[in-house]
């Protein structure tokens, strides 16, 4: 299992870019890695996942440098309803573990007006 | 229209009582999930099932017992409610696709108050 360690929390101003990093030194070969969206009394919501480089998609974008051990996740000026907890999570689903499936501590991002 | 769902929303009940939380998805979805959010905000996985298997985490009690009457639903069973099983319980879904990492749908939650 890639384990993964994220900031507990960030704050931002309203309208400001946020990047969030996440550390997942032991990744493998065949993980990816998929971020997650989490408001309070909701379940998490899919953002984005990569593999490697860059990914853009109309919400946020993840980096992904060469060496796989880190990703960040950025979210272009951010706004109040941005506010919540970020997981990011790792793994492969060739290797289909219940370790795979547990999220971390997440990253509880609020936004100041 | 609501991907996956779940009732109750909330649930309180008393030590000792068997209760159970259902699951429905209309995404089409062949994987289907539980997890438990205790009040630390840590999220794990409870059990994984799809038409082929029943994946158990082995550090939840075999009170706990998932039962899938279709593809489109999972339902959590828990016998002998414990203090400690108060949390809130997620489902979710994701596709068989051939994506390394499947997507998953998450439910709205059910929160569980055990007294």
């Known amino acids: 299992l890639a384990k993964t360690t994220q900031p507990i929390s960030m704050d931002s101003y309203e309208g400001q870019e946020v990047n969030i990093t996440c550390s997942h030194n032991?990744?493998?070969?065949?993980?990816?890695i998929t971020w997650y969206q989490q408001f309070p009394s909701q379940g998490p919501r899919f953002i984005i996942q990569?593999?490697?480089t860059k990914v853009t998609n109309e919400v946020a974008s993840l980096f992904i440098p060469a060496d796989r051990k880190s990703s960040t996740l950025s979210l272009p000026r951010v706004s109040l309803s941005d506010t919540a907890v970020y997981y990011c999570?790792?793994?492969?689903?060739?290797?289909?573990?219940?370790?795979?499936?547990?999220f971390g501590t997440g990253t509880r991002l609020t936004i100041i007006p | 229209d609501t991907a996956v769902s779940q009732t109750p929303k909330y649930l309180v009940t008393q030590m000792g009582n068997d209760k159970s939380i259902k699951c429905e998805q209309n995404?089409?979805?062949?994987?289907m999930y539980w997890y438990k959010q205790d009040s630390k905000k840590f999220l794990k996985i409870m059990f994984s099932?799809?038409?082929?298997?029943?994946?158990i985490n082995e550090t939840v009690p075999n009170r706990f017992s998932p039962k899938s009457p279709d593809k489109a639903h999972l339902n959590l069973h828990i016998n002998s409610l414990e203090l400690g099983d108060s949390a809130v319980y997620f489902c979710?879904?994701?596709?068989?696709?051939?994506?390394?990492?499947?997507?998953?749908?998450f439910g709205p939650g059910t929160r569980l108050l055990v007294l």
């Open positions: 979710a879904s994701s596709p068989e696709t051939s994506s390394p990492q499947e997507t998953q749908y």
């Open positions: 032991n990744i493998a070969t065949n993980d990816y």
């Open positions: 990569g593999y490697k």
């Open positions: 999570l790792v793994g492969d689903r060739a290797n289909f573990g219940n370790e795979k499936l547990t």
């Open positions: 995404l089409g979805h062949d994987t």
């Open positions: 099932y799809n038409n082929k298997e029943l994946i």
